[in-house]
């Protein structure tokens, strides 16, 4: 397998576009990556199109019917939240296996209010369990997830809701967030109750969005750009046999075993990595994974949230776009986003967010069902 | 002159396919599973193969116990349309070695009356009546 660098890459501000379709959301993000890699279609080789409210819809064609029909292999990729991860992992396998030169990674959804019910869990088929037999809807998954947490550690409904403090705080540098409104603790721990222990502004958002990279041989890069970045190691796992699954998910086994193979494959350890941007879809979610990612020892995650380690200008900054949490959480796109955003700070181009001497970056997803990816991106 | 079909009587219909209903109207509804015979591993319902050693062999059939231990929860404040809140969505976990998601009822849906390991107990209840007539089965716990 040989070396793949990003030589382009660029997202749409997250938010509500109810007027566009969603291969025009994904078609502007595609147009933007073009033209940070000086492009144009006829260079791409490989489409590989995440997208899950409409995976079954032909997503990626329907871009390239908006920007260029070349006729180019268009893989259409759906893999519950870690979708647009997954589309450019299988990008990175297209270059990295010597079978194309140039793909392209596009992730995009259209979310609409509705949000994602998630697993309900079997049923007689009759009425659905949910709410009558437990939950399987994200906010008691990952409230059980952090409360979990709590029982082992002792950790806190407020060290929790620090994390949100944090994310909306670094989301007012990030003009491509979907939200960027400072908050204080108690405004975060007095917001409406959604699953305790997150409330509102613990939980991401719906929205609409779209990002996308562009991958070449790190040969090729040079053609395109004068900063490729390589992609140290793109993982993907799923979770493996746990007691209790499947009523309550392990979100953490199948993490560390993307995270571990994505270190030895990158070459470098967690004390490497200059920024992390980790699948915050709740606020709870985001302590278990500074463990999980082994950004700190076991149990640490409560002390590290209390000492800022993890806000930008700390030891180990973590979602400086602020997160699924105020970026938002176009499920398809996340997965891209995450990427791009590291990219952006790799290259010195994050502006007022921009992580000091920026040289490799970590991007996690976790799709429940369950799919993991870790991207370790460097320069 | 035919007579004419007698309608059919009422039943009783779990509302997942792990939660039997005995014909037996003397015994309780039950949870039940299947335990691998290769490495003991202990699934709800029927299973057709091990997820943890892969084997096909036919499983034991499982009377789960009907009292568990609370090993986490979370408060659910908002949900779909008609499921009434605030409720307490638990995970149970089994002396089977299997754990179910399910509501802890009968207690203040609040953290501070919720320990991590109390013991529980399962019952079951009438949630709803299809279009057919029949009476859905859920199950339930509450503090033992």
């Known amino acids: 397998m040989r070396d793949v660098a990003i030589v382009g890459a660029s997202m749409i501000k997250f938010g509500r576009y109810p007027d566009k379709k969603v291969e025009e959301l994904g078609a502007q993000a595609c147009l933007l990556a073009l033209q940070d890699a000086g492009m144009t279609m006829k260079d791409i080789q490989l489409m590989a199109s995440g997208n899950l409210y409409q995976s079954n819809a032909t997503v990626g064609q329907r871009i390239l019917k908006e920007i260029g029909q070349t006729g180019i292999p268009v893989i259409n990729v759906a893999n519950a939240c870690a979708t647009g991860s997954t589309a450019f992992r299988e990008a990175y396998m297209s270059v990295a296996s010597g079978a194309y030169d140039v793909a392209i990674a596009v992730g995009s959804e259209q979310m609409g209010k509705m949000g994602l019910l998630g697993m309900g869990g079997g049923g007689s088929g009759r009425i659905s369990p949910e709410g009558i037999v437990g939950s399987g809807l994200m906010p008691a998954v990952f409230g059980q997830a952090g409360v979990e947490h709590m029982r082992k550690y002792g950790t806190t409904f407020e060290q929790f809701a620090k994390v949100a403090v944090k994310n909306h705080k670094h989301s007012m540098h990030?003009?491509?967030?979907?939200?960027?409104?400072?908050?204080?603790?108690?405004?975060v721990m007095n917001a409406r109750m959604v699953g305790w222990p997150n409330t509102l502004y613990m939980c991401c958002p719906t929205g609409d969005g779209a990002a996308a990279a562009i991958l070449t041989s790190m040969d090729k890069a040079k053609q395109y750009t004068t900063k490729p970045i390589k992609v140290g190691a793109s993982v993907l796992t799923s979770d493996p046999w746990n007691e209790r699954e499947p009523a309550m998910f392990d979100v953490n086994t199948l993490t560390r075993n993307a995270a571990k193979e994505a270190y030895e494959k990158a070459g470098i350890g967690p004390e490497d990595l200059s920024l992390v941007e980790l699948h915050d879809c709740f606020a709870t979610a985001e302590l278990l994974h500074y463990e999980n990612l082994g950004l700190c020892g076991e149990g640490e995650a409560g002390r590290m949230i209390d000492e800022g380690e993890t806000s930008i200008g700390g030891r180990i900054?973590?979602?400086?776009?602020?997160?699924?949490?105020?970026?938002g959480?176009?499920?398809?796109?996340?997965?891209?986003?995450?990427?791009?955003?590291?990219?952006?700070?790799?290259?010195?181009?994050?502006?007022?967010?921009?992580?000091?001497?920026?040289?490799?970056?970590?991007?996690?997803?976790?799709?429940?069902?369950?799919?993991?990816t870790i991207n370790i991106v460097q320069r | 002159m035919a007579q004419a079909e007698a309608p059919s009587a009422p039943k009783q219909l779990p509302i997942v396919p792990f939660l039997r209903i005995p014909d037996d109207p003397k015994d309780k509804p039950y949870l039940f599973g299947s335990k691998c015979k290769q490495c003991g591993a202990t699934y709800l319902g029927s299973r057709m193969a091990c997820a943890r050693c892969f084997s096909t062999e036919p499983?034991?059939?499982?009377?789960?116990?009907?009292?568990?231990?609370?090993?986490?929860?979370?408060?659910?404040?908002?949900?779909?349309?008609?499921?009434?809140?605030?409720?307490?969505?638990?995970?149970?976990?089994?002396?089977?070695?299997?754990?179910?998601?399910?509501?802890?009822?009968?207690v203040e849906p609040d953290p501070k009356s919720l320990k991590f390991g109390m013991p529980v107990e399962m019952f079951t209840e009438k949630v709803h009546t299809d279009k057919e007539g029949n009476d859905i089965i859920a199950f339930k716990y509450r503090p033992a």
């Open chain 1, 329 to 372: 959480h176009p499920l398809g796109a996340t997965g891209v986003a995450n990427i791009v955003e590291i990219v952006w700070h790799l290259r010195g181009q994050a502006g007022a967010r921009q992580v000091e001497g920026a040289k490799a970056g970590l991007a996690h997803v976790i799709g429940l069902g369950s799919a993991c």
């Open chain 2, 59 to 106: 499983m034991e059939d499982v009377r789960l116990s009907e009292r568990g231990e609370l090993h986490v929860f979370s408060i659910v404040h908002q949900s779909a349309p008609g499921v009434p809140v605030p409720y307490v969505a638990a995970i149970v976990d089994l002396p089977e070695g299997v754990s179910v998601r399910c509501n802890i009822v009968d």
């Open chain 1, 174 to 187: 990030n003009p491509y967030s979907q939200y960027q409104v400072e908050m204080s603790l108690e405004d």
């Open chain 1, 317 to 327: 900054p973590v979602a400086a776009s602020g997160g699924l949490l105020s970026k």
